[in-house]
DNA sequence: CCTAAAAACTGAACGGTGCCAAGATCAGCG
DNA sequence: CGCTGATCTTGGCACCGTTCAGTTTTTAGG
């Protein structure tokens, strides 16, 4: 019927019947789409728009919506476990090592809420559908873990227990930031790094 | 054009052209709804037939969806205080009113993680849509703020500080159990109690 | 190089959603 | 009684996720 195979886009760029590489398209899309008009506006239909092709074309890509957002998280997890240890790259103590990594924790989570958001998302935390994103989504937690783990006499047990109470306190001071539940300067210490250090030296003396 | 006013049902019962108690009947079977199917189940016209009433119905009584979520959401606040208060009764150690409030608190959200999502939505959480809604979500972190503010020598600032820390960890707890990221039965202390109180010792010297 | 299979994409449709304007009904009050 | 305002219905809009039959392009095998 188009013998042509090109087709015209108001902006007057030409397009060809196959994209070629719709997939990351739609991915770097996912993330502008999310950056810019928040979660509730990432829709397929929206995503097959800004990549210039049509609604249906992104299910040769991904089963499902769910698939689609479950990749944009792993991304996003991704980016997270890097932030976390360039942050703490050249610490060498302990409690300086798990401060950098919390601090940048939480300053992922504040300065791209809509992205964190959907990593946390009920719709993708049954990790059964999403085996690959299980295992990113566990390298923060391994991050700190690794730190508590390398401590002389380290109990095995007893870590796991104090990166679950730290990674809690972090991941709970994130979500209440986000959720404007909580204003950070009405403390003391006026940015989040000098929160979380107060917050660590809570307990500091069972770190040690 | 209808003279007779009363429509049939499938199920035969009669329904007035007014409902007389949309309101209450909508939040009720909201709640029904979140419990019973999840969030995803939970759309206007769902509820408009759960009431037998047409999908436009609802909107004489709320503006739109959100309004209908935050009163929900206000509730599930509501609830969520009186269970805290309820558990801590009786308890007159700060470092026991602490543990019951926070085990009370993880407990109701993992009782009702439906519920709890939805009163920590992302959505509702622009409070000053939801005025009212702001007021009542305090109230658990008051509770907390309290039971430290009575302290003697309790430094306000200080005090501040604390509730929002172990409020962070409380949260962050909650939220990670909820989405099957942390299984609770790793730990010896098998359940939420005997965590929270574990928890709670890590900076018990620091609340004394 | 040619062809057949596989993959990518289109176009149209289905049922669902939030929301809105117009009209019908009803309760209370002058 | 008639008026007014609140409540509810009817019908419709735009958007969504998803599916399906069919078309186009790429890829793999001879």
Redesign the interface.
Known sequence: MNQNSARETACGKKLKYHHGALRPALLEAAEKILLEDG??ALSLRALARATGVTQAAPYSHFRDKDELLAAVAEQGFQRLALAMVESATGQTAARARIERLITAYIRFAVGNDQLF?LM?S??L???RNHPTLAMT?GKS?ALISAVLAKRENADP?ET???T??I??????????I?????NIE???TADIAG?VR??VG??A??LA
């Open positions: 979660i509730d958001r946390f009920p719709a935390s049954d990790m989504a937690y047990e796991r227990f104090q679950l109470a990674w809690s306190l972090c991941h709970g001071l994130a979500q209440l986000m959720d404007d539940r909580v009405q403390f003391g929160f107060r917050a809570l307990f003396a069972q």
